[in-house]
């Protein structure tokens, strides 16, 4: 694992071992002039605040702002994460990842099986394939794939942001994301 130095706290941090590639789940261009990679859980409550910031920084960095989402789900904690997962990687086989990401988070404080397969229904998908993509083990995989990569990386919980490669530590509040960001170009707000 790499690590860099961040001087608010003189702690080693690790950096972002496994880069952003079309496989990712992201939002505009890779590379982005900004880059912001997210190790979430579906059914974390800090996930869902986050979820908000960012789209804020969507909002307000446009298509300047790649962004990536990771499932990380944190099945000691929360029982639905893993299923809600799967069920976004299985969405993203009909090219509806977002479509399911932002359903998940819009309900997190209700998730079940039931209502993810619910919310499956209501989007445009073909839900037998949905259910077979499913049953079938390659969503699990995936998902399995990705946390252990988060693993390796020093991911530990949810949501873990990486700005433009560097783990952020202490928050996933609006400014401190839109400042570590922006911070090697000097953009300010």
Request: aromatic share 8%; with cysteine.
């Amino acid at each position: 694992m790499e690590t860099k130095k961040d001087d608010r706290i003189g702690n080693l941090l690790p950096s972002l071992t496994l880069p952003v590639t079309e496989e990712d789940h992201h939002i505009h261009s890779i590379p982005g002039k900004y880059t912001l990679v997210e190790y979430g859980d579906f059914e974390c409550p800090d996930c869902a605040e986050g979820f908000h910031v960012v789209k804020e920084l969507l909002r307000d960095l446009g298509e300047d702002l790649c962004y990536v989402f990771r499932s990380f789900p944190q099945t000691d904690v929360h029982p639905n994460a893993q299923f809600a997962a799967e069920a976004a990687e299985a969405a993203d086989m009909q090219g509806k990842f977002w479509l399911m990401h932002d359903r998940l988070f819009e309900h997190q404080a209700e998730l079940s099986p039931g209502l993810i397969r619910d919310l499956a229904l209501n989007l445009p998908l073909d839900v037998h394939r949905f259910e077979e993509d499913l049953a079938s083990g390659v969503a699990r995989r995936r998902v399995d794939s990705v946390r252990a990569e988060a693993v390796q990386a020093g991911v530990e919980n949810t949501p873990t942001f990486f700005a433009d490669g560097r783990m952020q530590v202490g928050s996933y509040e609006y400014q401190p994301l839109y400042d570590a960001l922006t911070a090697r170009i000097g953009k300010t707000r």
